[in-house]
C-alpha cells in the first residue's frame, strides 16, 4: 500500500490536470470568440470607410454572399492547419505505441 503523502499527490495530481483541461478548453473558446469579433469590428469599420468615400467601383465586400465567400476563403488555411496537425498528432502517437510494442 502507498504512503498517504504519495496517494494524496496523485489525487491532487489528477484534479490539477483536469482544472489545467478545463482552463485551456475556456482559453481556446475565449479566443475563437474574440477572433470572431474582431473580423465582425474590421467589416464594420470597413463598411464606415466605404460609406463615407463613397467607394461604389470594384467588389463590393459589403454584399453577403461576397463576404460570405470571404469569410470561408480565409479560414482555408487555418483548416488545412488544422488536418496538418491532427493527422500529424495521430502518426506521432501511432510511433509511440509502435515503440511500446517493441520494448
Not at 498517504?4 to 482552463?23: H, K, N, W, Y
Not at 470572431?36 to 470594384?58: E, K, N, P
Request: aromatic residues 10%; contains cysteine; negative net charge.
Amino acid at each position: 500500500m502507498l504512503p498517504f503523502s504519495i496517494a494524496f499527490a496523485r489525487q491532487v495530481r489528477e484534479c490539477t490536470d483536469a482544472l489545467d483541461a478545463a482552463g485551456n478548453t475556456t482559453a481556446a473558446i475565449g479566443k475563437g470568440f474574440a477572433i470572431g469579433s474582431a473580423a465582425l469590428v474590421s467589416l464594420a469599420l470597413y463598411g464606415a470607410f466605404v460609406v463615407r468615400l463613397g467607394i461604389d467601383t470594384g467588389v463590393n465586400v459589403l454584399e453577403p454572399l461576397t463576404f460570405s465567400f470571404l469569410l470561408l476563403g480565409a479560414m482555408l488555411p487555418y483548416w488545412f492547419s488544422a488536418l496538418t496537425m491532427k493527422s500529424v498528432g495521430e502518426a506521432a502517437g501511432a510511433m509511440v505505441e509502435e515503440v511500446r510494442y517493441h520494448t
